[in-house]
């Protein structure tokens, strides 16, 4: 289709019609003798205002809850010229929709002056609540709430949790209250915000039970033993076995325990476990510390970590010891090996059929029974019987500080030359220091009367023990020269030696 | 009063031994090297004999078996960080009842002077 031809006055005519607008529009910019703004385009100033601004009264939607039990509310400031929002008309609104019950009026009166004077959206505001029935509970006894507690340790010295004494264990002493009596709840009738009655219901719980090393009085439910809380169900007992399905790790923190201890599951390196009874572990014991006043029983053996001390009242019987520092007071039994470990006992040290002792130290008071002592390229062991381990372990302390108090007064002498200003106070502190060294070989000495020995004691070995091997009976030493094999060596009271006789 | 020759390179050793069994009741005889202590163990008994067993001049080994051939009933400790020294079997073989560990044993020396 063809372009209509191009048209001059129809184009002037509306480039004048634009002009006459332009000017009529300037001249507008400037307001008029009336004083009255004219109009813009048309539109007068109202007009115009509401154009640009909307005006829009204050306004407020609620929501009630699904059980009728509380009405949160959104409210909105009016726009431009819009009504404020007025308490009266809310509160009537949420007549109207039948909220007559816990009304929050100092929550409206709040909320609707900040709507209306800060001009604030406010929402999600509690406005309304009801009131919640009280259940009729009969009179009933409960745990006390500390002892559901799970207990934290906190290491104020390092700031910091210390995780590994952060127990699940709850442990009770004998005597100790378990669960209080908490007197009959009476019901009572509550309202929804409708207004609505709601009924209160009776409950029934089941009431507790005394279980194991629990008694019931009166006064309440008390341990008759110490050891691990347990609750199943409504019963209250008194566990003196603590069984560890899960081992010892960090769920279970280190482990202190009056009772029993069943290690079912792994022990974490470097956990501590403390007991007055026994323990009894199915897995390898890899401890940073084990004491027991009873017997120590693994399935497999014990490693130990640095600084690691294990100490047992009573026997033990393992598979192996390796690294370990032991100290016993009854039988300690190795199946299969004690390796580079110091053990000492008041009784005997036995290895398994053929069993192995690879460096260290052994003294058992009561002799040494093993199948083979070392090999040609191992650190030579030492096997020490005859002496009660615990007195020399005294004197070998008292031992200690008299030496660093020695060394002390040798240093004060010396001081004492270069400075013998300084005479009189170094005189009173060596008087000290001497009055203190006295006192301890006076202990030590008395020690010494109660160290029990037994010159009966033997190392016997029924398989062979290799060169280098220190052999020492109540203080008299040997030194096995070459291999041997099926050998007892004993002390010969009369000339004062270690003999070494065949088996 | 039970008398102890103690032989040890050691000063502080000496001084502290001395002190400590003097104190206790025993009468001490400290010598630094091993020439002094035969001549002292041929001069005079002593219900026990301490001897270092690393020693500059003399080592123990030597000085026990010199003190045994001549005094067979001489009752010797020989004193030692690590009893598996091949030095300290050296001195049992001389003669030695046994080993002390380093510095001295106060319980063992109670122990074996109160027979």
Redesign the interface.
Known sequence: MDRPPFDVDRVLSRVEELLTDVDAGVSTLTPSASGKTPPVGGLGLEELGELLSPTRDAFADFRVSEENMVVHGDFYPPLGTGKPMVLDEVVYQLEKLGITNGVLIPVLKEVVADVDIERHARENVLIAAGTAPVDEIPERWEVLPELLERKRVLDDAALTVDYKTDTPFVLVKAGELLAFRIPEQFGSRGWDVYGHALEPARRNPRPLQAGKNVSKSEAGFRATGEGCLHIEGNTLSVDDVLVLDEGVSYQTGNIDFPGDIQILGPIASGFEIRTKGSIYSSQVMDVSGVVTGGNLVTQYGIVGKEGCRVTVGGTVRTKFLEQVVLQAQGLVFAQNSIHNSLVQTRDRVQLGERGVIMGGRIEAQNGIDVFQVGSIRSVKAELICGMDFEVTGKISWAQEKILLLVKQMKQLSEHAKAHPEQTAKIGQAMATLRSKITELSEISRDLAVQLDRNDEASVVVRGTVHMGTYVEICHVSFVVPKPMSRVRFSLDKKHGVVRAAGL | MKRILLLDDDE?IL??FS??FT???FEVTAVSDGFTAIERAMMEDFDLILSDIRMPEMNGAVAVRAIVERKPKA?I?VITAY??DPM??LA??AG????MRK??????V???L?D
């Open positions: 502080f001084d502290s002190m400590i104190d206790l009741g009752r400790y009893p598996g300290v079997k049992l073989e030695a009842k046994g080993v510095p001295f044993e106060i319980g063992k109670l122990d074996l109160k």
